[in-house]
């Protein structure tokens, strides 16, 4: 399991996935200072004046993507349930990016920030989601060369 090289791929994006979650995302700069993260849009330090926004469907979506890697992982045997998975966590990642730039586009205008940052960590979905795609190629290349094996047998 762990010697094959997709499964590289996937811990990679496993990782990276999970990363997500740690680090903020966009930060916005006004009166006061805003980041997006796991959490949602908030102040870094909150108080009474403050706005929040609500970002759950992105929460879901960070959620998602590092389960859906890890369940690529652990069906090492079922190749072809293993690309499925690939491919809809290609999806999920292409997704996860697109609602964060949709809510750091809305949040700039509701907050009337003058500064929008976005953070290294916005490239990860995108890393995420080339090495889904490389452990897909490798699936592939496995269940053809069974098949071959299969053919001579």
Known sequence: ???RIQTIYLLLAFAFGASMFFTPQITFMAEVEYILNFKGINAVEPSETTKSIA????TILLVLTP???????????????????????IGLLIGVT???????TVANKE???????????MVFPIVGAILNFLA?????????????MDRIR
């Open 1 to 3: 399991m762990i010697q």
């Open 55 to 58: 970002t759950t469907a992105l």
């Open 67 to 89: 389960l859906v890697s890890l369940a690529s992982i652990l069906l090492f045997k079922k190749r072809m349930i293993q690309i499925r998975l690939c491919s809809a966590n």
């Open 98 to 104: 697109a609602l964060a730039y949709y809510f750091g």
């Open 111 to 121: 907050l009337g920030t003058t500064i929008i940052s976005y953070k290294l960590s």
């Open 136 to 148: 897909l190629r490798a699936i592939g290349k496995d269940e053809a060369l069974v098949r071959s």
